[in-house]
């Protein structure tokens, strides 16, 4: 049994007249692809819900509405329209512009079966940034104090990153100067840049 909101048929109310039989009927196909969708309001537009995971979305706007699928990847590959405005399906301004009806049902469907299996959404890694240069003034001075190179060798490239842009944001030269000092004494103690912030 769906599980409508009163919430969604306000927002639909609400929305301009062009969008209102455009969710009406995004809203009539996500039901009829999977009949148990719950709805709720997230993000302040309506979502449809299976076996507790977010499904799929609609929203409206000034002069288009947008529709979507939370596994986009998994439910279209790279059939998805470039993206143009959120979701998947571009700018929908009048019903000519979305798919045909059993095609938003065989998506829904499969959107659908990936939350009965658990599948989740795939995470993008975060790349990694590659470690700062060495300015040539902490390098000798950490050459000059044995103790400070062996410990900044063996910190995080996320802890020498922290020392190198600390040391090379300081737009006055006598800035840089007291900073290097600060940051080679820390360093020699084995502290991070951050140390005084971090818990005991």
């Known amino acids: 049994m769906a599980s409508k909101d009163v919430r969604v048929d306000a927002y ?3 929305s301009a007249p062009f969008a209102r039989p455009i969710l009406k009927r995004l809203r009539a196909l ?5 009949p148990g969708a719950e709805e709720t309001i997230k993000w302040g537009f309506p979502h449809f819900l ?3 995971t977010i499904l799929c ?4 706007f000034r002069s288009h509405c947008a529709f979507g699928f939370w596994k986009s990847s998994q439910v279209l590959g790279d059939r998805g329209k470039p993206r143009e405005a959120m979701g998947q399906f571009g700018r929908i ?8 009806d059993a095609e938003v049902v065989r998506l829904v469907r499969r959107a659908a079966a990936l939350n009965a299996a658990g599948v989740r959404v795939p995470r993008a890694r975060a790349k990694r940034k590659p470690e700062p240069a060495l300015p040539g003034d902490l390098d000798r001075a950490l050459c000059r104090n044995p103790k400070a190179r062996a410990a900044f060798a063996e910190f995080s490239p996320s802890k020498r990153r922290d020392y190198v842009e600390w040391i090379t944001d300081a737009k006055r030269e006598e800035t840089r100067r ?5 940051a080679v004494a820390w360093i020699a103690e084995g502290k991070a840049r951050n140390w005084k912030y971090e818990r005991a």
């Open 50 to 52: 299976s076996d507790g």
């Open 93 to 100: 301004a009048s019903a000519a512009d979305l798919p045909a």
């Open 30 to 34: 996500v039901h009829r692809g999977c």
């Open 57 to 60: 979305s609609m929203a409206a």
């Open 12 to 14: 639909i109310e609400r």
């Open 178 to 182: 007291r900073r290097l000092e600060t």
